[in-house]
T-cell receptor, first 114, second 115 residues
């Protein structure tokens, strides 16, 4: 089973709202990723968690706050977003082993910021 | 830094025909992984095929196969017997596992399969 789930599928929020995106995997993977994807563009890496610790932050604005409560769950907390933050947010996971590290993607959350 | 180039922004192919998507990359490393991901319109990105650089044999997955030319730093994807469900964005991606660097994606090729 190579399933990564994400909720919600769609989210519309105002610039003053606080919301969270959720990602879950039950494959025993120890690395989890957040990507942002604009239309017709490749995914852009935002954060990487490895063994529940933040290992990469690609200079993402502080209005995006990741959290990894346990090895199966990854959240992305959103606050005071801008309209240009509207995009598809993808979660991915991988085994976290150096010798075999294929990433598996979730279906994404389509975010619209008004 | 590693870069991945997909020189064909859009392609089309007739149903049941064969199509090849090109990908070139630049790296000074000897050990790395290459991937092709498929993202259908408004649907999930899925792994199509994966190639380890140390393997000389080209990877295949059913109708999908790659032509991996390590010296030329080329990694093309061949889709045989194209089906309407193959319509998607295809992304080529590179990863260096020893450096544990993130995936580096190409800009993608939009493939349309025409009935």
């Amino acid at each position: 089973d190579t399933e990564v789930t994400q909720t919600p599928k769609h989210l519309v929020m105002g610039m003053t709202n606080k919301k969270s995106l959720k990602c879950e995997q039950h494959m025993g993977h120890r690395a989890m990723y957040w990507y942002k994807q604009k239309a017709k563009k490749p995914p852009e890496l935002m954060f990487v968690y490895s063994y529940e610790k933040l290992s990469i932050n690609e200079s993402v604005p502080s209005r995006f706050s990741p959290e990894c409560p346990n090895s199966s769950l990854l959240n992305l907390h959103l606050h005071a977003l801008q309209p240009e933050d509207s995009a598809l947010y993808l979660c991915a996971s991988s085994q976290g082993r150096l010798d075999t590290d294929t990433q598996y993607f979730g279906p994404g959350t389509r975010l619209t910021v008004l | 830094a590693q870069t991945v180039t997909q020189s064909q922004p859009e392609m089309s192919v007739q149903e049941a025909e064969t199509v090849t998507l090109s990908c070139t990359y630049d790296t000074s490393e000897n050990n790395y992984y290459l991937f092709w991901y498929k993202q259908p319109p408004s649907r999930q990105m899925i792994l199509v095929i994966r190639q380890e650089a140390y393997k000389q044999q080209n990877a295949t997955e059913n109708r999908f196969s790659v032509n991996f030319q390590k010296a030329a730093k080329s990694f093309s994807l061949k889709i045989s017997d194209s089906q309407l469900g193959d319509t998607a964005m295809y992304f080529c991606a590179f990863m260096n596992p020893l450096l544990n660097t993130p995936l580096v994606f190409g800009k993608g090729t939009r493939l349309s399969v025409i009935a």
